[in-house]
């Protein structure tokens, strides 16, 4: 099974394994003119920067067509911590409220609540291996079910048609974090009320920039507590009246997005956007079946259903640093933390790639 991406359009070292999408892909080469363009446009004075808006709007597109979403649901953050902070200021909270999610959560999905003081905010905490666990979990004092539609610790997919359901039926929100899926995996955007994605992982973006999707059609009274200049509608002056804000999820980005972010990030949705991700989905998937296949004997933490997985596996390993090191000593690039190896497939890999993991693991 040959890669789907050609590997020479990365900047993949000779004879590398490069295995730790979950944490950084390979950039691609096409990123290098990107970088140009932003430095040679930032230059221009205010056509630059009307060159720089039109990136914007391009990659709100790009974005849009990649989560079956509409542009104007499409804002941009710096990473996810900021967004979900920006929704939790944004509620009005009571004494006895809750948020449901998994124990074993990305921090940037649950600090940005956890942390309030007043009032302080229960945490419901879903345990175990069970699918519905975080649903059946929720009860009347939740407002929001936050979740990772793939996790970044086990590798496990959560069904997010059973969670709106659980949303729906108490009145909660639906707050997603689709770091570990966009880029490989179809996205329903519209499952959620809210939803975040850094773009340095399988969307093959870089730090800097993150996407804030608002469900307009679900919430279309939401309004910020808070804004910064680039919050509000342009062409008012003044503060009484109060100017208005954006009418679409613009109004997440408090100041100016992060440009040079934003050029690098067009340019990988646009090289996404020759591939069908259920095609995409499909490479990956058989790539960690086969690793699973490879790996027996290892404590695999990654459910082996298809539909309960997305394209990274992972194993408990308390000496995981010095496995991590070890292959990367061998050429084989993995990741790990938390007490677990991960290895993470994209489209750039292929079979060969497998059978590396496994040799050098067993070696």
Not at 145 to 164: K, N, P, Q, W
Request: aromatic fraction near 8%.
């Amino acid at each position: 099974m040959q890669p789907l991406f050609d590997p020479a359009d990365f900047r993949l070292p000779p004879g590398i394994t490069h295995v730790c999408a979950g944490g950084e892909t390979a950039a691609l080469r096409a990123h290098d003119q990107a970088l140009l363009q932003y430095a040679a446009d930032k230059s221009l004075g205010l056509p630059g920067r009307t060159a720089q808006e039109a990136q914007i709007e391009a990659a709100r597109a790009g974005i849009a067509c990649l989560w079956g979403a509409a542009a104007g649901d499409i804002g941009f953050v710096s990473n996810v911590a900021e967004g979900v902070s920006i929704v939790a200021e944004s509620l009005d909270w009571r004494d006895g409220d809750s948020i449901a999610i998994d124990a074993n959560e990305y921090p940037s999905v649950v600090g940005p609540i956890a942390l309030r003081r007043a009032p302080g905010i229960r945490l419901l905490q879903a345990r175990g291996g069970d699918p519905d666990r975080l649903a059946r979990t929720a009860d009347g004092s939740t407002r929001i079910i936050a979740a990772s539609y793939v996790s970044y610790l086990t590798g496990e997919r959560i069904d997010l048609h059973a969670l709106r359901a659980a949303a729906d039926s108490i009145g909660a929100l639906l707050l997603v974090d689709f770091t570990q899926a966009s880029g490989y995996l179809p996205i329903e955007a519209s499952l959620a009320d809210f939803a975040f994605s850094a773009c340095y992982k399988w969307m093959l973006g870089i730090t800097g920039v993150a996407v804030a999707y608002w469900n307009r059609a679900r919430q279309p009274e939401w309004t910020p507590a808070s804004a910064g200049w680039h919050s509000f509608a342009p062409g008012t002056r003044g503060y009484d009246p109060m100017p208005a804000l954006k009418p679409d999820a613009m109004r997440f980005t408090r100041g100016n997005p992060a440009h040079c972010p934003i050029y690098v990030l067009n340019s990988a949705l646009s090289y996404l956007s020759r591939y069908d991700m259920r095609d995409v989905q499909r490479h990956v998937q058989t790539l960690t079946a086969a690793l699973m296949d490879g790996l027996r004997g290892r404590d695999i933490t990654t459910p082996r259903d298809p539909a309960r997985h997305g394209a990274s596996v992972c194993f408990a390993a308390p000496d995981a640093p010095a496995i991590v090191s070890a292959l990367h000593a061998k050429g084989v690039y993995a990741w790990n933390g938390q007490g677990r190896v991960r290895i993470s497939f994209h489209g750039y890999n292929g079979m060969a790639d497998v059978e590396r993991v496994v040799a050098a693991l067993s070696a």
